[in-house]
């Protein structure tokens, strides 16, 4: 154990008392004038030195915080606090890999430091790292209820309380997305309007990314006589066909990625938009801080994220009757808008590659097939001892996932084994190009879903391609898609409740061929005339929810909560 620092001489330890004043009061550099004469007579007091470092650090100077850092933990190797600010001054740089690490060193000595959660748990979730999975989850819940440091909102969904979702959002958007002087834009013109209802779309994803591939054809299918639609890029232009295909779907594309915020909301307040529609939420990207600003007089979240914004500044929140139902409410700063089957729009032409042979993809000829191809980061510990159960009732199953990040298959091979389940059975799908990737999804046999945060996209590919899907719905928006998109083609009755019914159903099914071909039939026959794939009907009912908005606006009317019929 380091040893604490021997006590200042008087004259040193009253300069110590001026400096941390200084410091609290914010006045950095009179601090570090202070700092700096105690170090020359006690230049290896880490008390001191980290003090120093604090302010530099304040001061937007991290490099000499990490040196200050560094050095008073020569003296303290064991100060967690010492690991936590030079994760901090990391962080502040970008270097990703470094913070990490140095909040590893916090949390191993204090699992308590505030903001160690929102550093680690995506770190550890996102390679299937699963050391102190238990305690960071409780410290994003601690920090979304008020207790600690703000979590940063999408880790909470990882835990299935849509109240404790709203408290963390809430939290975040007042601790980091609220201008200091919000501007001020006169929408009157629009409230005036008649015409096409102006709508933009604003994302970091335009690109080959999950939003995208759903979005592309309702952008397609609008109805250009009654909306004119923009596309506002606020993320990287990758080159991509997929990006191509949005700049060509679209009446506008404007790209402000190197835009300030406060750039972007004037150049849509100046584009006249009626319905300014967020497809971030609080995913990795986003810009949320411009529609604090307001610059459009109806605003809107939709897609990319499942759950609140928590923003008093967002009017609606688009959802359908299962992800969303009205008596969830209390649980959203937004106004609830139900679309009439599923929420999620899904183009019906992906093009599908040639199917490959089960040898290409490391598939046993004979084996069953369980598949789970979410990303590693909606899978936790709990859900995948369940899947080593499922597997060790079904001799000759292998479990097929897609390969991750670096450490993340050797990760779940070790879990595996722990679970005594033989890590030959686990089969990982190299990345590629979506048409190959839905080409190959056909050899497998039953799709097993993550919980809380279920399949989205990913399910929706599945049930495309014929794969029946068990999953497990809860409270909240995130662990509810699989079972709305599973109801459009007649599969509704494959999600369960418990982690009991879970694995039991999946077993069941996978030991029965007559019962698994009869909902394999059931979900064929369901495909051609379901909602879920209808994209022309699908763009006709949000463009009603569009209308009802831009109804409400004109009219003076404050937002309030709706369905949209179907046609």
């Known amino acids: 154990m380091s040893q604490p620092p021997p006590p200042l001489p008087p004259a040193l330890a009253k300069l ?20 700096r004469k105690i170090l ?18 304040r001061q937007g100077r991290e490099l000499e915080a990490i040196e200050l850092y560094r050095k008073a933990l020569t003296r303290r190797p064991d100060d967690a606090k010492l690991h936590y600010n030079l994760a901090l001054a990391y962080g502040a740089l970008k270097r990703e890999a470094e913070e990490v690490a140095a909040m590893g060193e916090a949390f191993a000595r204090d699992p308590s430091l505030p903001l160690a959660a929102n550093v680690l748990f995506p770190a550890r979730r996102g390679t299937c790292d699963w050391r102190g999975h238990d305690r960071l989850l409780e410290n994003l819940r601690l920090g979304a209820i008020g207790q600690s440091a703000p979590s940063i909102p999408f880790l909470t969904l990882y835990l299935d309380d849509p109240a404790m979702h709203l408290a963390g959002a809430r939290r975040w958007v007042e601790a980091e997305k609220q201008p200091a002087r919000p501007l001020v834009f006169d929408h009157a013109a629009r409230r005036a309007a008649t015409g096409p209802i102006r709508v933009a779309y604003v994302s970091a994803d335009f690109r080959i990314h999950p939003t995208t591939h759903l979005i592309a054809g309702l952008l397609e299918r609008h109805d250009r006589s009654r909306f004119e639609i923009t596309a506002v890029s606020i993320g990287p232009d990758d080159g991509s066909p ?13 790209d402000v990625e190197k835009a300030s915020t406060e750039d972007i909301a004037r150049q849509i307040a100046g584009l006249g938009i009626d319905i300014a529609v967020d497809l ?7 810009r949320m801080a411009l529609f604090a600003h307001r610059p459009a007089p109806v605003q809107v979240g939709f897609l990319g994220y499942p759950g609140t914004s928590g923003a008093s500044f967002f009017d609606y929140v688009i959802g359908d009757p299962v992800v969303l139902p009205f008596s969830d409410a209390p649980f959203y700063s937004e106004k609830i808008v139900q679309l009439p089957h599923c929420y999620q729009p899904n183009d019906p032409d992906l093009p599908v590659a040639e199917p490959p042979g089960r040898a290409a993809c490391g598939l046993p000829e004979d084996a069953f097939v369980f598949v789970s191809f979410n990303a590693a980061w909606k899978l936790d510990p709990d859900t995948f001892s369940s899947f080593a159960r499922i597997l060790a009732a079904v001799p ?16 779940l091979r070790r879990e595996a084994a722990r679970r005594g389940l033989d890590p030959s059975r686990l089969v990982f799908a190299p ?3 979506l048409k190959e990737h839905l080409a190959r999804i ?7 879903d993550t919980f809380p945060y279920t399949a989205h996209t990913t399910a929706s590919d599945a049930l495309r391609r014929g794969v029946p899907i068990v999953t497990r719905t809860g409270r909240s928006f995130a662990s509810r ?8 083609v007649g599969v509704g009755d494959l999600a369960t409740l418990t982690p009991e019914a879970f694995e039991a159903l999946a077993i069941a099914l996978a030991r029965d061929p007559a019962a698994l071909a009869e909902v394999r039939a059931r979900l064929q026959a369901g495909l051609p005339a379901s909602p879920l794939f209808a994209v022309d009907l699908y763009a006709r009912h949000i463009e009603s929810a569009y209308e009802t908005m831009a109804t409400r606006m004109r009219a003076g009317a404050p937002p309030e909560a709706f369905a949209v019929a179907a046609l």
């Not at 997929?242 to 404007?254: L, Y």
């Not at 898609?481 to 459009?488: E, G, P, T």
Request: proline fraction near 2%.
């Open 16 to 35: 110590l008392y001026d400096g941390y004043q200084h410091q609290l009061r914010g006045q950095y550099e009179d601090a570090a004038r202070a700092y």
């Open 40 to 57: 020359k007579t006690a230049p290896d007091h880490a008390d001191v030195i980290q003090l120093l470092g604090i302010c530099r650090a």
């Open 242 to 254: 997929e990006r191509a295909r949005v700049k060509g779907a679209v009446d506008r594309f404007i």
């Open 280 to 286: 971030m939420g609080h995913t990795q990207g986003e």
């Open 396 to 411: 000759g199953s292998v479990l097929w996932l897609l390969e991750g990040r670096a450490g993340t298959d050797d990760n």
């Open 431 to 433: 990345r590629v190009p």
């Open 442 to 448: 056909g050899h497998a046999d039953i799709f097993l």
């Open 481 to 488: 898609v699989a079972d709305s998109l599973m109801r459009q």
